[in-house]
């Protein structure tokens, strides 16, 4: 069943990116406005998932949070969507220029750790910064992956109706790195899907 929703999916999302299309606009095109203005205003750059994935508003079942905090309001929204929705596929999608990512890779180096609850975000993220580090991955892009795949783990891990799911090949999560600079999609972690990673999407 997972094979037959998800492979469609895969390589419509593949043939878009192919032609560089996000119904009928550029997504680099796209992105670069979205880019030069949240530039202008001096905070990163954010893009709705509707866009990233071509989608109409409602057609994706959609948990933002920063840096992946995973609370238990997150993770049931997920068992929601997976569950009483049937989503079958879970994706925590990551993208270059992260704040989070990189509030929590300078808050070892420089013992400064942000106030109130921005603080508990950039504390769940420390983890995978030190374990990237510690096995000699440094750049943004590897940290990022490291963080992502985290978690990817972290979700099943903490949901047992997820990993049963994904266990019985009724669901997939998988993470994927998103360029801002040129809107592709690159795999870092697959759970429950068939795919290498690394592979663009």
């Known amino acids: ?5 998800v492979e469609p999916c895969v390589t ?3 043939r878009e990116a192919a032609h560089g299309r996000a119904g009928g606009l550029s997504w680099a095109g796209l992105l670069r406005g979205a880019l ?7 905070r990163p750059a954010r893009l709705a998932a509707e866009i990233i994935f071509d989608r109409g508003l409602g057609d994706l079942f959609v948990v933002r949070t920063a840096g992946h905090a995973m609370g238990p309001e997150v993770i049931g929204s997920i068992e929601y969507g997976v569950d009483v929705l049937d989503c079958p596929l879970v994706v925590v999608l990551g993208h270059d220029s992260c704040g989070a990512v990189g509030a929590a890779c300078a808050a070892p180096e420089d ?4 106030a109130g609850y921005i603080r508990d975000v950039v504390e769940r993220g420390t983890p995978s910064v030190l374990a990237a580090r510690a096995a000699g991955r ?3 892009e590897e940290i990022l992956a490291e963080h992502m795949g985290d978690i990817v783990d ?3 891990y903490r949901s047992r109706l997820l990993a049963e799911r ?17 809107g592709t999609a690159r795999l870092v972690a697959a759970r429950g899907l068939a795919m290498p990673v ?3 999407l």
């Open 12 to 14: 419509a999302l593949r």
């Open 1 to 5: 069943m997972l094979r037959g929703v």
């Open 154 to 156: 972290l979700s099943l």
């Open 138 to 140: 440094v750049s943004t």
């Open 198 to 200: 690394g592979s663009a």
């Open 166 to 182: 994904v266990a019985a090949g009724q669901a997939a999560v998988v993470g994927l790195r998103y360029s801002l600079a040129d």
């Open 111 to 114: 013992g400064m750790a942000p």
């Open 36 to 42: 030069r203005a949240d530039r202008d205003r001096h």
